[in-house]
């Protein structure tokens, strides 16, 4: 524990803080809360699904998602999607799923409207959502 606080100043004292404070201690320990690094939402995203494939067909089924591009894509009704970071906004872990008609996360419980709004404490700030536009059978999600 000494030697993690020494580090941690030492680290500082390069300047590093935040997310690259924990990229470094993930690239020289093994801290086993590195197995589940935090990380930033995708921005400038735009890519399509192709729903005929089988890795993205479960799309066709209301209530199913998928995580593609660190991006979970749902599908909410016969005729509408949608999708968010995996990322949230509480601590940044990467663990946001779809969930009985909204997203959440598995870390501490937070939850997230379609849109992305925040409807309790640990979702109060709100998730980064993205378009989805269905055209056929390609799903384009983009920002
Ligand atoms: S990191 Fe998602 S609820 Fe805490």
């Known amino acids: 524990m000494e030697d993690k606080i ?3 100043e030492f680290l500082k004292s390069l300047g590093l803080k935040g997310a690259s404070l924990l990229a470094v201690y993930c690239g020289v320990s093994s801290l086993s809360s590195c197995q589940n690094e935090a990380v930033s939402p995708a921005s400038g ?3 399509t699904l192709d729903l ?3 890795t993205y067909s ?3 089924t209301t209530g199913n998602y ?3 591009n660190g991006i979970v894509v749902a599908r909410v009704s016969s005729t509408s999607f949608a999708a968010v970071t995996q990322v949230c ?3 940044n872990k990467p663990n ?3 969930s009985g008609g909204g997203f959440y996360c598995t870390q501490h419980g937070a939850t997230f409207t379609t849109t992305g709004v925040g409807t309790n404490a640990n979702g109060s700030k709100g998730i ?3 378009q989805t536009t269905l055209t056929g059978t390609s799903l384009r999600i983009y920002s």
């Open 6 to 8: 020494k580090r941690n």
């Open 45 to 47: 995203v735009d890519f």
């Open 52 to 54: 005929t494939t089988p």
């Open 58 to 60: 479960k799309l066709n």
């Open 66 to 68: 998928i995580i593609a």
């Open 89 to 91: 906004s509480h601590e």
């Open 96 to 98: 946001v799923i779809f």
């Open 128 to 130: 980064k959502a993205y």
